[in-house]
């Protein structure tokens, strides 16, 4: 068979993804599927209180089972880590519940049996007694209460703003960022209108349909952790730390993952894990049910208070907001999300006065982190209904108002960090012409009323991180590359081989990836943020570019001219006399970075990149009962030039999909600290039957001057926009507002009747 | 999940006889797509299984007599949805199965054990109900006839005793008559109805001979529609449209005769309202429906 030419770029190709047929043939390699000899299998008992101090766990029904090894309480696990806390930002996990628990569904012990089925039935033989605390719920009470969730605040030494924060009691608050950027005091005593509103968000969770897995082996002096982690690097630096050992002794593999979106960053299951293996000299597996990932992590409900003061001609000029975050019982990376969120809650506009405060609260729920977005989503629901609002009142058409303050290239955020190679006003201008925005609207009929919305927002991208790539050129010269970007279903094996390609001029298809492994593969931040694109996909340039230049000295070394066209393989045959060797290239990559004033909370460049997205929404709404159906959405992102343009559509639309549960469906229910509905019959994730009819999926070209080939990240940017749009379709179909999600369509109808002034019951 | 013992008895002699009356740890088990996902949350941890997929013939088998449908309660919902006698002579079963779980849930699921699981939020007892089924019933102590109205004691409770199996499900052919299945879901396309409606019609002309209807998921149990079948019953309605006010009145009828439970799906006053809506639009749908339908 004759092989078909190379195509000449191999950027730009929407090549299928590598391990599309080992995955759709059942072959692909998943920590699910992991057994090792003589493996202990672990089964978490968690707490039914959500605040108290536990007085007593009795294990003995359960170390009575037969095939039971043995029963793990705090006190086992000290006698291996002596100080058992662990976390991202702040070091206040305990590895179990350390004689006390702060959230119901916390792990209290764990039991290990040869089996799984026999370590699930001994685990509900283990009671507990607590001496019941008050528990603190709501984010903005938390804040004055006089029930603190910890005793002290403990943050890790990595972060130097939260330094400040250390041995802080009496608090229930873990970050307090600040932002002001002129004075927005004076401009809103000066301002000819003034507009408040207050919103909320709901706790939901990430749903990856792989749950949490990790396997811990403990043997000859090391450790090796199998986990479906987003962030092997960290998980080694951070088990290193709770042992006290070289991180050398610690090694960390990841196999595909089945989804993550924030929820398997930093660490999860993996200190536990590697705690019992050292307990028991045996490998150790712990396995979530998709029930016991409600109580890993969430995304935060938000309480978010904004103000904004415009002039007679429609600008906006000063703009104050207050977003209080909760964090649930442990800070995980939260503190970060508050931040970053924190520079763009303001939104995408050029406002010359800028007052930001932004608190990560703890309160007894389940912790809560990063999910796709970084807190954007949240924070764009109440800037760009907002936006909506003062159009309104304005009588400005929301696109107009919209474009005469949007943030322009060149300008200064208020973060003080000038924005550049962004799509903002491309994306309102695509937009616009998706959703025929000048063109007369049906609204549909009284029974069912019509209407369309559009919402734009962007995010900062954490920063500072960096990524280091290797690539090996072999004797026959084929090429395998060594990358800590972990593939969890977007496609990053396939997007770092086109970038590797390119520079190599040989078929991505071609190359082969070589998974996470702290053993082989160079450090990675974490695949996280919509970062792997821009910074690994940097690495990964800056490695096949080492290569390739090692090559060029080779052929000089041999006395070929430069672009000389013989094979790499007969290089290395005429260097070393056979097929031996290899050409090794390494990449480093690591964006520059200015830390924010932490009195101003401002920063010349504090961010590598900037996400955007935009969404437009055309619902019809049954103004009978409230339901509603979005009928068009239409997506669209700035993904400076793609790299495979087929999965950054799929990065886009898979974002929406999500973003369209937070939306409409999915909410954690809580009542007395005690969540309702923690399972997939009772917490609705959407299905292909509620997607959009007109289901629009598209980005914008901007050309990221300092991306790999021109490419930034994309894997949040549809999520941002996405809740505002449909609530300001919504608004504009039966003429409610609703400041809460999800949209329901009882919330929907109950706003209806409301505004006529025929309130339904409460219950 | 904890172990359990399966058995699979050849006949209803040997299951009866493995049957234990007192011991709620013995259970027999159709399909399972309800049971196995009370086992997994850990709601229910049987010592034994009884399954009932092999007790032939009496409980399998779709066969037509006598003006009514007899369908043995092992027939899986996929062997409905795709009978052609079943699509002829009862539509509304068909259709109401496309709106029922998945085609895997379809694929194992049957009559029996979706009838014996009695939650309220189950689709197809309340169609049985609107269509005049009867659960044939059978026990040590032989046989007896239950309405599928009067199964239901209360959440999750049926009248059956711990030693009766439904062997089949009689259904009457009605061909004057038309039906209708309307489920109500708030959330998402695949949720659990917050709300399920069966109506079935007979009509003369412009008047409604006489109506039945079933209500589910709102309420505790798989409910008939008594007072609001009696404001319909005799009632005359114009061909294409039935009236605001007939419609109001059993709306009225309906909200004064059920209790109706709040759950993450809706609070009780949103779904009370949901039920004054979709009654009328089920019995506007099945007014203008065709005979047979």
């Known amino acids: 068979m004759t092989p078909e030419p190379m195509p000449l770029s191999q950027v730009g190709r929407s090549i299928p993804r590598l391990e599309a047929s080992a995955k759709v043939t059942g072959r692909a390699e998943y920590v699910h599927n992991l057994r090792l000899p003589g493996m202990l299998y672990g089964k978490i008992f968690r707490s039914i209180v959500p605040h108290g101090r536990i007085t007593q766990v009795n294990v003995s029904a359960a170390r009575a089972v037969e095939g039971v090894h043995r029963v793990v309480t705090i006190e086992d696990i000290r006698s291996i880590i002596p100080n058992p806390y662990f976390g991202p930002a702040f070091h206040d996990q305990p590895i179990l519940a350390d004689h006390k628990v702060r959230f119901a569904g916390e792990p209290v012990a764990v039991v290990l049996a040869e089996n799984y089925r026999v370590a699930e039935q001994a685990a509900g033989l283990i009671t507990a007694q607590y001496e019941e605390l008050q528990a603190v719920d709501d984010e903005v009470e938390a804040v004055s209460a006089s029930v603190f969730v910890h005793d002290e605040l403990k943050p890790a030494s990595t972060f130097a703003d939260l330094q400040h924060l250390k041995g802080q009691r009496g608090t229930n608050v873990a970050l307090d960022y600040r932002l002001r950027h002129g004075d927005a005091e004076a401009a809103f005593a000066a301002a000819d209108q003034v507009f408040e509103h207050s919103f909320r968000t709901q706790p939901v969770m990430h749903t990856p349909l792989e749950p949490f897995v990790s396997v811990a082996d403990a043997a000859n002096g090391r450790l090796t952790i199998h986990t479906a982690s987003q962030s092997p690097s960290f998980v080694r630096i951070e088990i290193a730390r709770l042992l ?301 570019e080492d290569a390739k230049s090692k090559i060029a000295a080779l052929m000089a070394e041999l006395n070929l001219p430069p672009g000389s066209n013989v094979p790499l393989v007969e290089l290395f045959r005429r260097k070393y006399g056979m097929q031996a060797g290899n050409i090794i290239g390494t990449g480093s990559f690591h964006p520059a970075y200015a830390k924010p004033d932490h009195q101003t909370g401002r920063s010349p460049q504090v961010t590598p990149f900037w996400g955007v997205g935009g969404t437009g929404a055309e619902v019809e709404v049954d103004t009978e009962t409230g339901q509603f159906r979005v009928t068009t959405l239409v997506n669209v992102v700035d993904a400076g030039v793609p790299i495979n343009p087929k999965l950054v559509q799929q990065q886009i639309s898979g974002a929406a999909i999500m973003q369209f549960g937070f939306t409409v469906s999915e909410n954690m229910v809580f009542h007395e600290g005690q969540l309702t509905n923690g399972s997939l019959a009772d917490y609705k994730i959407p299905g292909l039957l509620d997607l959009p009819r007109n289901f629009i999926n598209e980005w914008v070209e901007a050309r990221q001057h300092d991306g790999p080939f021109g490419a930034k990240g994309v894997g949040e940017s549809a999520t941002i926009a996405l809740s505002p749009a449909i609530g300001n379709a919504i608004a504009d179909a039966v003429g409610v507002r609703l400041t809460e999600l999800p949209l329901t369509a009882e919330s929907v109808y109950r706003a209806m009747q409301a505004a006529k002034g025929k309130p339904l019951p409460e219950q | 999940m904890t172990s359990f013992e399966l058995v699979e008895p050849r006949s209803l002699e040997e299951t009866f006889a493995l049957l234990d009356r007192d011991d709620p740890a013995v259970r027999p088990i159709a399909g399972g797509t309800a049971l196995m996902l009370m086992m997994k949350s850990g709601l229910f941890s049987p010592l034994r299984l009884i399954s009932l997929r092999r ?225 009328g639009r089920a019995v506007r749908a099945a007014a203008a429906a065709e005979p047979g339908a």
């Open chain 1, 244 to 544: 006290g050992w070289a991180e050398n002794r610690v090694r960390v593999k990841t196999a595909h993952l089945g989804g993550g979106f924030g929820s398997k960053l930093y660490i999860k299951l993996e200190a536990l894990v590697a705690a019992l293996s050292l307990l028991t000299g045996r490998p150790v597996k712990i396995s979530l049910t998709m029930e016991e990932q409600f109580f890993m992590v969430t995304r935060h409900a938000c309480t978010l208070k904004i103000k904004s003061a415009v002039d007679k001609n429609g600008r906006i000029t000063a703009r104050q907001c207050k977003t209080w975050w909760n964090g649930g019982a442990y800070a995980d990376i939260g503190p970060r999300v508050t931040q970053k969120a924190g520079f763009t809650a303001a939104g995408p506009y050029d406002i010359e006065n800028v007052a930001l405060d932004s608190y990560a609260v703890y309160t007894n729920r389940p912790p809560a982190s990063a999910l796709r977005g970084f807190g954007a989503p949240q924070t764009a629901w109440a800037y760009e209904t907002h936006t909506d609002l003062i159009a309104e009142a304005l009588n400005i058409d929301k696109l107009e108002f919209r474009r005469r303050n949007i943030l322009r290239n060149g300008r200064p955020q208020a973060t003080g960090t000038v924005v550049r190679d962004t799509g903002l006003e491309a994306i309102l201008d695509r937009l616009a012409e998706r959703l025929a925005w000048d063109q007369p609207f049906d609204r549909g009929s009284d029974k069912l009323r019509r209407g369309r919305g559009i919402a734009i927002g962007f995010k900062a991208i954490v920063a500072p991180t960096t990524s280091a790539a290797i690539v090996k050129i072999n004797a026959d010269g084929s090429c395998t590359l060594y990358c800590g970007t972990v593939d969890m279903g977007q496609g990053s094996d396939t997007c770092m081989t086109q970038i590797a390609a390119e520079v190599l001029n040989i078929e991505a298809e071609s190359i082969q990836v070589i998974h996470p492994d702290t053993d082989v593969t160079p450090y990675d931040m974490g695949t996280l943020g919509s970062r792997s694109t821009f910074h690994m996909g940097n690495a990964v340039r800056l490695a096949a």
């Open chain 2, 55 to 279: 007790v032939e013939p009496r409980l399998a088998g779709i066969a037509f007599a006598d003006g009514s449908v007899r369908i043995g309660a092992m027939t899986t919902f996929a062997a409905l949805e795709h009978s052609p006698e079943i699509r002829r002579h009862l539509p509304v079963v068909t259709r109401t199965m496309r709106t029922l779980a998945n085609p895997r849930v379809r694929n194992v699921a049957t009559v029996g054990g979706n009838l014996a699981h009695a939650d309220t939020h189950l689709d197809l007892p309340l169609v049985w109900i609107a269509l005049g089924a009867q659960a044939v019933v059978v026990s040590p102590r032989g046989e007896r006839i239950v309405a599928v109205e009067d199964l239901y004691r209360g959440y999750y409770e049926t009248v059956l005793h711990h030693d009766e199996l439904i062997a089949a499900l009689h259904v009457p052919l009605r061909p004057t008559w038309r039906s209708v299945y309307v489920k109500v879901t708030t959330r998402t396309a695949h949720d659990w109805p917050a709300l399920g409606i069966a109506v079935s019609l007979a009509r003369d002309g412009s008047i409604i001979r006489d109506a039945r209807i079933a209500v589910g998921a709102a309420t505790k149990k798989a409910t008939r529609l008594i007072q609001a079948e009696t404001v319909l019953r005799g009632a005359a309605i114009d061909a294409a449209a039935v009236d605001d006010a007939l419609l109001a009145r059993a709306g009225d009828a309906a909200i004064g005769e059920i209790s109706i439970e709040a759950d993450s799906r809706g609070s009780a006053s949103y779904k009370q309202h949901l039920l004054r809506v979709y009654l």
